[in-house]
């Protein structure tokens, strides 16, 4: 087992980012992350939610930088699901607003790290002004080589499975597509996540135990891992803690261990 100890280097001042205990060989290609919890965050300080929002945005900001430095491939996090609309007005103006905030005070830092942005979901249905900052963000950072951080943002598992069905069938009425030629491959590349390997670890915080409408048919094998820390907290040995515990998992993909006989 290797491990992996990184030193960036920042100014003058050198930030030791001790990754003792992961195995360097195996980090997650590809981590999902539900980001729950800003509400409760903020009310047990007794301030009002987007309070609890901004600080989640700061734990995000957080987060990126360790996963780029650790090398894992693909970061996707749930920022706004199709369900989230039945929130008050002023939170999902909010919520949309520090996405507007984010992508014009991170986008540069986003660059200096390779970072490239896409954004996962029904992005027409949203105001103008928020395509058009998604479109900038995208393209900007569209040759970035490094991390890829994908933003789920008016996003449903559902909505997105039916989305692909109905571009399945379109394709099929127009003769480019067989019946026959739909299979998970096919269908997979019809996703938002087109493309993308599926997540080899999803993370949830603030405990609850379910997926919430994210990456229905991407999870299929995906790891879970449910901390009760509220995203606000979220820390680098948080994340840590879950690459660790994924990497004691074994991974089977509906498969028995031949070794084990079991
Ligand atoms: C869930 O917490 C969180 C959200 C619905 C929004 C996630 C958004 C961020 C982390 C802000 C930063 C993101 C970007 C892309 C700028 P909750 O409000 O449901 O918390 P609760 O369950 O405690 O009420």
């Not at 014009?104 to 970072?115: F, I, M, T, Y």
């Not at 995906?222 to 820390?235: G, N, Q």
């Amino acid at each position: 087992m290797g491990v992996l100890l990184i030193m960036v280097v920042k100014g003058n001042a050198v930030d030791k980012l001790d990754y003792n205990g992961i195995d360097c060989a195996r980090i997650p290609e590809h981590i999902a992350i539900i980001m729950d919890g800003n509400g409760r965050w903020a009310r047990k300080r007794h301030r009002p939610r987007p309070y609890g929002h901004r600080a989640g945005m700061e734990a995000l900001r957080r987060i990126i930088e360790v996963c780029a430095d650790l090398g894992v491939r693909i970061l996707t996090v749930y920022a706004f699901s199709t369900e989230n609309w039945k929130r008050p007005s002023e939170e999902v103006n909010f919520l949309m607003n520090l996405l507007v905030e984010y992508v014009n005070r991170e986008l540069g830092a986003l660059q200096d790290k390779n970072v490239r942005i896409r954004v996962l979901g029904m992005v027409e249905q949203l105001e103008p002004r928020i395509q058009q900052e998604i479109k900038r963000a995208t393209r900007v950072t569209a040759e970035n080589t490094g991390l890829v951080l994908n933003i789920a943002l008016n996003y449903g598992g559902r909505a997105e499975i039916i989305e692909a069905a109905r571009r399945a069938a379109t394709l099929v009425s127009q003769g480019e597509l067989t019946v026959d030629g739909i299979d998970e491959g096919t269908f997979s590349r019809l996703l938002f996540t087109e493309g993308l390997p599926d997540p080899d670890l999803l993370i949830r915080t603030a405990g609850e135990m379910r997926v919430s409408n994210f990456l229905l048919w991407q999870i299929a094998y995906t790891e879970l891992w449910v901390t009760e820390v509220l995203w606000p907290d979220f820390s680098k040995d948080d994340l840590i803690r879950a690459i660790i515990d994924y990497q004691k998992r074994e991974r089977r993909f509906g498969a028995i261990d031949v070794g084990k006989g079991r």
